[in-house]
T-cell receptor, first 115, second 114 residues
Framework: GENVEQHPSTLSVQEGDSAVIKCTYS??????FPWYKQELGKRPQLIID?????GEKKDQRIAVTLNKTAKHFSLHITETQPEDSAVYFC??????????????FGKGTHLIIQP | GAGVSQSPSNKVTEKGKDVELRCDPI?????LYWYRQRLGQGLEFLIY????????KSGLPSDRFSAERTGESVSTLTIQRTQQEDSAVYLC????????????FGEGSRLTVL
């Protein structure tokens, strides 16, 4: 099955600086890569996703890049703010192969925004 | 409400007891996932239901864990003979089932095994 590695496990940045979280995946056929944000004590929520036919996607201060050759994708947050403090999870989804293959998550990155 | 509903929100049980956790997905969502999240840890995949396909049970950690789903409705996760290492938040999520669609998570069921 798919294996997703996520780095770093903890990231501390000064407010206003940029943050980058990186993930690698093992299944070259995976074609969907979402990112979820989980604030303390709350449920994970989708913040951005990218499909394998696109190399980059932006949504205001958040962007995701995908390198299919290297099998890695990254989340970029610019002009970080205190409300960006949370745990961020990347995930990868392989194509349908006749079973009920599910989404595989990375272990998460705890992003801390220092005032 | 229109979101994913889980019950109970909190469950404290004694080691060796059986527990059942329930998930009500969003109406019309064919895909349903169960994840386990230990304190400060990531999302550990347990099981995935998609329509009438055979469920993907590859994440269930032992034969003490089982889950059922009737059609595209409620799912129940059962843990038999609970152990202290089963203590975690159990998160349910549903999606439209396109396999590239957004997962909508419930608030989770926090299980504490004494």
């Amino acid at each position: 099955g798919e294996n997703v590695e996520q780095h770093p496990s903890t990231l501390s940045v000064q407010e206003g600086d940029s943050a980058v979280i990186k993930c690698t995946y093992s299944d070259s056929a995976s074609n969907y890569f979402p990112w979820y944000k989980q604030e303390l004590g709350k449920r994970p929520q989708l913040i951005i996703d990218i499909r394998s036919n696109v190399g980059e996607k932006k949504d205001q201060r958040i962007a995701v890049t995908l390198n299919k050759t290297a099998k890695h994708f990254s989340l970029h947050i610019t002009e970080t703010q205190p409300e960006d403090s949370a745990v961020y999870f990347c995930a990868a989804s392989p194509p349908f192969r006749g079973g009920a293959d599910g989404l595989t998550f990375g272990k998460g990155t705890h992003l801390i925004i220092q005032p | 409400g229109a979101g994913v509903s889980q019950s109970p929100s909190n469950k404290v049980t004694e080691k060796g007891k059986d527990v059942e956790l329930r998930c009500d997905p969003i109406s019309g969502h064919t895909a349903l996932y169960w994840y386990r999240q230990r304190l400060g840890q990531g999302l550990e995949f347990l099981i995935y239901f998609q329509g009438n396909s055979a469920p993907d049970k590859s994440g269930l950690p032992s034969d003490r864990f089982s889950a059922e789903r009737t059609g595209e409705s409620v799912s129940t996760l059962t843990i038999q003979r609970t152990q202290q290492e089963d203590s975690a938040v159990y998160l349910c999520a549903s999606s439209l089932g396109t396999r590239t669609g957004e997962l909508f998570f419930g608030e989770g069921s926090r299980l504490t095994v004494l």
